[in-house]
């Protein structure tokens, strides 16, 4: 199309000539501009399909650097979890024979590894019971066991397993972490798909996928998104919960008519629980000393207080209200909200926020209660944007969909008058026709309208021909280099068609094409991910749903432990505190009760 639409505009002008090109003279050089940037994006498309031999070197590359770049994201969550000095164990029991000798995470890692037939795993857990961390931990574990010919395991996030097609899935997900993996390639059988594809197709990726709080169960007990990996024929994970009261298939494990091994996740000891406490306070530790007398006289979580501390995120949540030196964790015991373990954890939920941002962290002060009512009001919006886009990521290049659709165009009408404004001043100051005003429209349409179709998804640098490790400022700064290099591109092409259009007799305004390709740099930039975002955080500023400078505070929150970055996404540390900053509940009165 390309070589025809620029064929048709020399033909055009060798047959009719510039001296009769008529009313049409204005839209030629945009025309031959459009071709030229067709042409430029033909070239910019990437490398080919691969086949054969260069299928072969490509697999390996992609392999290598899929491992390097999981390591180096492993690396740098492991350095920003500020480790504990003291983490709390996680306790399991096998639900099938397969893992009854296993203890740690260590040998969970070596069985799927191991020699012999692919073999998958199956960790069942209630909501807060560290699914995700036994996920996380096999991730590191498998990568460090990992040697050239094992496959390369990815820890990715699912929410909807249900409708889960493994194969398919993975390298949809693969695609969008790492956009160089979408190159398309010609497999040995002559099936024509992506590198993603015949990765997930040739057995060199271990999927660790980590589910939702509540895993779907067929009526006769089996899980169907186990089923599916199954038959995939390769050693998987799959993390998740099961919906209350529904029974497991029995035979040789749960879930699965076949028997994946399977582990079901149990509370926290309430031992390890006290020491977890007391380790992470600041000050004086015997703030802590009713409670832990109490966890120590009641063992069998036979208290709301015990029951609501043996779950590790609950656990976790208490250790983090409670650790600066002014907090009194005796409330725990004390308080009204403390009559049920329900009421304990929402009022935790309640309070982590506040603390979270109430103390000075890795160069970050402390807020002032006013400033951390604003942080809980941001973080909601994320919250509900993230949850309400299926996929629960906070991705910067998403986030335009917590903006209503109205305000977007509304700010697009507003350029439009902007430059339509301009273009009427421009008239009146130098007396010109119809090529100023039709030559702003369209470039500034041409521009916008070219990049909105790469709006959703951010652009990376044209030196990724492999996977590696990005943080989501490097991925923004990409985009915005890229949206900018393109934008420059257009309105060059523009501005050089209408200077020779104005050469050649074409078009007699030699200063619209300047200004159209000053325009043009511009819509192009507002269409690019970068542009829409820069919009988005504007507009969420102004309505106090978001600070304006938002990946800095996205930062922040990262490093105060509230997100946690994967994949050039952040993403909340659990979907129960996600959940519950979408829809907090008002805190219950804190009243003081009898022990």
Request: aromatic content about 6%; overall charge neutral.
């Amino acid at each position: 199309m390309v070589l025809l639409a620029s064929a048709g505009v020399a033909w055009y002008l060798v047959e009719v000539g510039p001296d009769r090109a008529g009313g049409i003279k204005p839209l030629l050089p945009p025309a031959a501009a459009l071709a030229a940037v067709g042409m430029w994006r033909l070239w910019d498309a990437g490398p080919g399909a691969a086949a054969g031999a260069e299928l072969t070197d490509a697999l390996d590359r992609a392999v290598a650097g899929l491992a390097r770049a999981q390591e180096e994201q492993w690396a740098a969550q492991g350095e920003a979890r500020r480790l504990e000095p003291s983490a709390l164990p996680i306790r399991w029991r096998a639900v099938s024979p397969a893992v009854d000798t296993d203890r740690t995470i260590d040998q969970l890692a070596d069985r799927l590894l191991g020699p012999g037939p692919a073999r998958g795993l199956l960790v069942l857990g209630r909501p807060g019971a560290g699914k995700t961390n036994v996920a996380r931990e096999l991730t590191v574990r498998l990568l460090r066991r990992r040697v050239a010919a094992d496959p390369v395991p990815v820890l990715l996030p699912v929410t909807d397993l249900n409708q889960l097609s493994p194969n398919d899935w993975v390298a949809e997900r693969l695609v969008a972490a790492y956009e160089c993996l979408g190159r398309p390639v010609v497999s040995s059988d002559g099936v024509r798909r992506n590198l993603a594809q015949e990765l997930v197709a040739t057995g060199r990726i271990l999927p660790v996928l980590d589910g939702s709080d509540v895993l779907p169960v067929y009526p006769d007990g089996r899980f169907g998104v186990v089923e599916a990996a199954e038959a995939t024929g390769r050693p998987f994970v799959v993390t998740g919960g099961t919906p209350p009261g529904a029974a497991t298939a029995a035979g040789g494990g749960a879930g699965s008519a076949s028997g994946t091994p399977t582990i079901e996740l149990l509370p926290a000891d309430l031992g390890d629980v006290a020491r977890f406490l007391v380790a992470g306070t600041e000050g004086p530790t015997g703030r802590w000393s009713r409670v832990v007398a109490h966890l120590n006289d009641h063992p069998g979580a036979d208290t709301p207080l015990a029951a609501a501390l043996g779950n590790p995120l609950v656990a976790s949540l208490a250790r983090e209200v409670y650790r600066p030196a002014g907090a009194e964790p005796d409330e725990l015991l004390t308080c009204a909200w403390a009559a049920t373990p329900a009421e304990i954890g929402t009022q935790l939920l309640n309070a982590y926020v506040p603390a979270a941002f109430g103390t000075a962290v890795g160069g970050h002060p402390a807020r002032t209660p006013r400033q951390v009512r604003r942080v809980g009001r941001w973080l909601a919006t994320l919250a509900r944007a993230a949850r309400a886009d299926g996929e629960r990521d906070v991705a910067w290049w998403r986030l335009h969909r917590a903006v209503p659709e109205f305000a977007l165009s509304a700010v697009a009408v507003a350029a439009f008058l902007l430059v339509a404004v301009s273009t009427i001043a421009l008239l009146l100051l130098f007396r010109s026709a119809f090529g100023l005003t039709s030559g702003f429209s369209f470039s500034f349409a041409f521009g916008a309208g070219y990049a909105f179709g790469r709006a959703d998804r951010p652009g990376r640098s044209g030196a990724d021909h492999l996977p590696r490790h990005v943080e989501p400022a490097d991925l923004l700064a990409a985009d915005r280099a890229r949206g900018l290099r393109g934008g420059l591109v257009v309105g060059l092409l523009l501005a050089v068609a209408y200077l020779v259009g104005s050469w050649i007799g074409v078009t007699r305004e030699p200063l619209t094409g300047v200004l159209e390709g000053v325009v043009a740099v511009a819509g192009y930039a507002l269409g690019t991910a970068w542009g829409i975002f820069c919009v988005t955080r504007l507009l969420l500023a102004v309505s106090g749903r978001a600070p304006l400078r938002l990946m800095t505070f996205l930062g922040e929150a990262r490093d105060r432990g509230v997100l946690h970055r994967a994949d050039g996404r952040y993403r909340f540390r659990h979907e129960t505190v996600q959940d519950h900053l979408a829809e907090p509940r008002e805190p219950a009165v804190g009243a003081t009760r009898s022990q």
